[in-house]
């Protein structure tokens, strides 16, 4: 199987809104969350819209600059999921989120694409100059925090987040 990370074009307008429905209709159904919430924060209905919108250009309003990815599967010509990568941390982004959020969609789960999305992820980390990557997850979240250990994360610690949930910090060191 050939993943890949791409940057969201005209060409996967269907692909998004098929893997955004199939997304909200488990939510609906197992109350399962949205990550990463900056691919369902704007109607992908406009989908020229959705595309100036996708990712946060400059800092402002307690966000800062982000890239968002998209996790392919070339063979397929489906999408599996998506990565939205924090270019820095501000205050609440170093206690709650980190540098990246992620997610794959509910038909994709338990097959090994998190972690290789992650992997991914932390080169694109790497271009961006961010030599230590903090990721979260929920505690009850185990295929998340599996993922995040297999590519090098270390539990740093757990909080109660401003959900009420435990959450875990994860630090990915990058090496060149």
């Not at 070339?74 to 959020?101: K, P, T």
Request: charged content about 35%; proline content about 2%.
């Amino acid at each position: 199987m050939s993943l890949k990370l791409i940057k969201l074009t005209k060409e996967y307008e269907a692909a998004l809104g098929e893997m955004i429905d199939e997304w909200k209709k488990d939510q609906e159904i197992n109350h399962t969350n949205h990550s990463p919430w900056a691919i369902f924060k704007n109607d992908y209905h406009d989908f020229d819209s959705y595309l100036d919108h996708l990712e946060i250009k400059s800092e402002g309003d307690g966000k800062v600059p982000d890239s968002v990815f998209f996790l392919l599967d070339e063979d397929r010509n489906r999408l599996l999921g998506a990565v939205n990568i924090r270019h820095r941390l501000n205050e609440s982004l170093l206690r709650e989120g980190g540098h990246i959020g992620d997610g794959i969609r509910p038909s994709e789960r338990r097959k090994g694409y998190a972690t290789e999305m992650i992997r991914l992820a932390l080169i694109e980390c790497r271009k961006l100059g961010i030599d230590k990557v903090l990721m979260t997850c929920e505690k009850d979240n185990i295929g998340s925090a599996k993922s995040i250990i297999k590519n090098g994360g270390i539990l740093e610690n757990e909080f109660v987040n401003s959900d009420g949930e435990i959450e875990q910090r994860y630090w990915i060191t990058l090496c060149d």
